[in-house]
């Protein structure tokens, strides 16, 4: 797919915000509610821009049409930061995103996308599902008129991309580099000045030098974006986002008026979707980094680990001040640190133990 086909929608957002302020709520006609999904992303881009179209197709399919989700990408509605404000005010019925966006309205938003050398996507999943997560969630966003549900893992991402090498934690210093959530306070602890800028403004700030350094997702988004054009050193692992979790949310008084058949159609097809988008990150992932090496002259690196201790230890201290913002923010950092260390002790015995091994020679 070329890159300008999937982020012509995104090119869009400023001239679609100022054009559209106020949506129509979901039209209902005969028992059938037409839905509007609002994305972060691009519609169609890989990864996140389909796998919002899936659920939007399995909706309708599955409901028999009861249900219609119709699909906008970042701009053509709402500018994509915006999509969880649309879908608060009953503008738009659903988003597809990451919660960690959304900080400006929670700290505890950070807390259910990625946190730094904190849990895997798998672990964290674990933990919304099983481990109270899911529970906090939900009370967190009913202030804001939102259901929000976990998507799929993106896995352990890259630490991004590079104009120049990163050798020492000097190097940060004065770095204009794109990157979100927890990760960007602990990229400024190290001297850093983190910007969040939606993907499709990610590659002309790139090019032209606004920002020195972007981190996206891994090798198979960051193939289809075309940041190799720009910068050659690509490093990993990253240590912002360990697993990062993707999300859909829905407007909660709509949710609730729905039977409860519908509500559960629409969690079983997100719970689905989320396996089929992770195995797809999974699956293609190293065949994108073998093209990137190989057929664009691509440089992998991996941070120094003096530098990633560095980070370590201002990660700790970010998360501590994180969670001391509120009650509520607060009570959701404890319960993630508490299910962290949980996976901290069991890992070793299982999935860490046995790829250490794998890894060994002989």
């Given at each position: 797919m070329e890159r300008r086909n999937f982020l012509k929608g995104a090119a869009l957002a400023g001239a679609a915000a100022a054009?559209?302020?106020?949506?129509?709520?979901?039209?209902?006609?005969?028992?059938?509610?037409e839905l509007k999904m609002v994305m972060a992303w691009p519609k169609n881009s890989p990864g996140a821009g389909t796998s919002g179209q899936r659920v939007a197709d399995r909706i309708t399919q599955l409901s028999g049409g009861a249900l219609t989700v119709k699909v906008y990408g970042a701009g053509e509605l709402v500018p994509a930061f915006q999509s969880f404000d649309a879908v608060s005010a009953g503008d738009a019925d659903m988003y597809h995103a990451a919660e960690y966006y959304f900080q400006g309205k929670a700290k505890g938003y950070n807390f259910l996308t990625a946190v730094p050398f904190g849990m895997t996507g798998i672990e964290t999943h674990?933990?919304?599902?099983?481990?109270?997560?899911?529970?906090?969630?939900?009370?967190?966003?009913?202030?804001?008129?939102?259901?929000?549900?976990?998507?799929?893992?993106?896995?352990?991402?890259?630490?991004?991309?590079?104009?120049?090498?990163?050798?020492?934690?000097?190097?940060?210093?004065?770095?204009?580099?794109?990157?979100?959530?927890?990760?960007?306070?602990?990229?400024?602890?190290?001297?850093?000045?983190?910007?969040?800028?939606?993907?499709?403004e990610i590659y002309p700030s790139l090019q032209s030098g606004a920002i020195d350094a972007t981190e996206w997702v891994g090798p198979w988004q960051d193939l289809a974006f075309g940041f190799y054009k720009i910068c050659k050193n690509y490093y990993g692992p990253g240590f912002h986002e360990p697993g990062t979790v993707a999300s859909f949310g829905i407007n909660k008084k709509l949710y609730d008026s729905l039977p409860k058949d519908q509500q559960e159609l629409i969690s079983v097809v997100i719970k689905a979707e989320a396996q089929d988008q992770s195995s797809e990150f999974n699956a293609l992932n190293q065949s994108s980094l073998d093209t990137l090496?190989?057929?664009?002259?691509?440089?992998?690196?991996?941070?120094?680990?003096?530098?990633?201790?560095?980070?370590?230890?201002?990660?700790?201290?970010?998360?501590?001040?994180?969670?001391?913002?509120?009650?509520?923010?607060?009570?959701?950092?404890?319960?993630?640190?508490?299910?962290?260390?949980?996976?901290?002790?069991?890992?070793p015995r299982a999935e860490l133990g046995y790829m250490n091994f794998r890894a060994k020679n002989g």
């Open positions: 054009a559209s302020t106020t949506l129509a709520a979901p039209a209902i006609a005969q028992n059938k509610r674990a933990w919304i599902r099983y481990g109270g997560g899911q529970e906090l969630w939900d009370e967190l966003s009913a202030g804001f008129n939102v259901k929000g549900f976990p998507s799929h893992t993106t896995g352990t991402q890259m630490g991004g991309w590079f104009r120049k090498e990163i050798n020492t934690v000097d190097d940060f210093k004065g770095l204009k580099m794109r990157m979100p959530g927890l990760g960007g306070e602990v990229l400024r602890a190290l001297g850093a000045t983190p910007l969040n800028l939606p993907i499709g090496v190989n057929k664009h002259g691509v440089k992998v690196r991996a941070f120094p680990e003096e530098l990633m201790m560095k980070a370590k230890a201002a990660a700790a201290d970010v998360v501590a001040s994180m969670a001391a913002t509120d009650a509520m923010t607060k009570r959701i950092a404890d319960s993630y640190e508490a299910f962290l260390k949980q996976s901290i002790e069991y890992a």
